[in-house]
């Protein structure tokens, strides 16, 4: 696009998202000449201002106003994103393109607290694995933010983000974990784009390593697993749809990411009937591990079966919380498990898991 073509799309798209808001303003002033703005005219008070009454009500009367219409909703995302950058409170636009969660970024209220929390917690969880002979290697997943942060432009990023992969690892040395950083030798554009996660080349460097450190645990398998690929598939990554511009592109939003689907096959000698022992290594994770064929890539270097007890929103410690307190049956016949959490979980509220492990009544909220 040359720079005039350019320079009329962001005009024609600020007037549109500018006419967008004048249309939005006259809904508001509509609902607040009816019901709404006796509501918010009762609440106009010395005290009602003081108590935050006012603003309360003004705020439910706007809401109230607007038109419940996806459509327009998306819309107006694409306009914002296109005129100017913004991608919603959720999400923050680096380079052209680029996508970053604002969780990685941003300051956290507390968040040194939380850290130091999850500490105490981490030492409980290594000591109740350790009591069933079950060997604990850990994944901490490093921010997109950070080994991508060529791709911020400019993105501003918080001292407690910055810090905070350096700030656990100092602070978790004296645990005695069996950790790995992903972050040394990780390689370039290993992140999706439009999307949180990384990509299937970063799911097999992390496999990779993972499987080195597992193998140096149980020694190497010998169960013969394959890779098949599909053909590159497009991907509307998370942060499109957190951002609502998942059905914004092309013309105002991100393109999204092309990616393969990887698929582990397993070849088993016994028959159909024959039992199958079961696996030695279980993987409870985050989204990371249910992603970009990550553990069907770990399978393969590993040349063993894995089980899998990941979920979305594990957070820190919520899969294993999840197989300590719910499913303790799984860990039969377990050797070792990985453990595999995003480190910007580190700094965010407390789960209600993990306060009732650590016996802290400290409000926060679900991770």
């Not at 003004?58 to 419940?68: G, H, I, N, S, Y």
């Not at 969660?101 to 409980?124: F, H, M, Q, S, T």
């Not at 592109?249 to 009937?273: K, N």
Request: hydrophobic share 45%.
């Amino acid at each position: 696009m040359n720079p005039f073509t350019a320079t009329l799309a962001r005009t024609l798209a600020t007037l549109a998202f500018l006419a967008l808001m004048l249309a939005g303003l006259g809904f508001v002033a509509t609902h607040l000449a009816g019901a709404g703005g006796e509501r918010v005219a009762e609440a106009a008070t010395g005290r009602g201002i003081l108590s935050g009454r006012f603003t309360a009500a003004l705020d439910t009367a706007v809401v109230a106003a607007l038109p419940k219409t996806p459509g327009l909703d998306d819309l107006a995302a694409g306009l914002s994103y296109l005129a100017l950058g913004d991608a919603g409170p959720q999400v923050r636009g680096g380079c052209p393109g680029w996508l970053f969660l604002a969780e990685e970024i941003l300051e956290v209220k507390g968040g040194d607290a939380n850290l130091a929390a999850r500490l105490r917690l981490a030492g409980k969880l290594r000591d109740a694995f350790a009591a069933r002979g079950i060997a604990l290697v850990v994944l901490p997943v490093p921010d997109k933010a950070e080994l991508d942060a060529g791709n911020l432009c400019g993105l501003p990023v918080a001292r407690q983000a910055r810090q905070r992969r350096a700030a656990w690892q100092a602070a978790s040395a004296p645990l005695g974990l069996d950790q790995l950083d992903l972050a040394d030798g990780w390689p370039k554009g290993a992140f999706l784009r439009t999307d949180t996660h990384w990509n299937v080349a970063g799911a097999r460097f992390a496999a990779g390593r993972l499987a080195a450190a597992i193998d140096r645990r149980l020694g190497p398998g010998t169960t013969r697993i394959t890779l098949e690929e599909s053909a590159p598939r497009l991907r509307v990554g998370d942060l499109m749809r957190l951002a609502g511009l998942s059905r914004s592109w092309p013309w105002s939003g991100p393109t999204p990411d092309e990616e393969p689907e990887v698929t582990a096959r397993i070849a088993r000698s016994g028959g159909l009937l024959d039992d199958v022992a079961a696996p030695a290594v279980l993987l409870a994770g985050s989204s990371y591990s249910l992603n970009s064929g990550f553990a069907d890539q770990l399978q393969a270097a590993l040349g063993r079966e894995v089980a899998q007890k990941s979920r979305e929103g594990s957070g820190f410690a919520g899969a294993l919380l999840d197989i300590l307190d719910r499913t303790p049956h799984m860990l039969d016949g377990v050797r070792l498990v990985v453990w595999e959490f995003p480190l910007r979980s580190l700094t965010l509220p407390l789960s209600t898991d993990e306060r009732r492990h650590l016996a802290d009544q400290t409000p926060g909220d679900e991770t």
